[in-house]
């Protein structure tokens, strides 16, 4: 919890400020000033310290985005689950093959390797042309 106006008379009692922790379910209080710049060296190690929890390390997961990333991974994987599974079946290298070019077309699309109509449809969907 960030209280501003550190610099002037304090309207909150030590019993104040834990109700109000409690109920915003704060783990920590950082005064602040924003006219004199005081308490930020305080609240910007309050925020690296919540950040840089280990349950924010980076790990075997993944932050993505852009929908049409997450579309294009999702189908990646779909095709290299398919890929393994004509292998597992004992089906011929054709359709293994056919199953991994749709992984390489589906990574294609997000790199901008490859591009079809409708991604640059949607891509200039999203933007705005001048006159």
Known sequence: MVINKSDLP????????????????AEATVWISARTG???DDLRDAIRTLVLRPEFEPGETALVTALRHRTGLTKAIEALHRSVESINGGLSSEFVALDLRGALDALGDILGVTTTDDILDHVFS??????
């Open 10 to 25: 304090h309207k909150f009692s030590p019993e104040n400020v834990r109700d109000l922790e409690q109920a915003v379910s």
């Open 38 to 40: 005081a308490g930020l």
């Open 126 to 131: 999203q933007f705005c042309i001048g006159k």
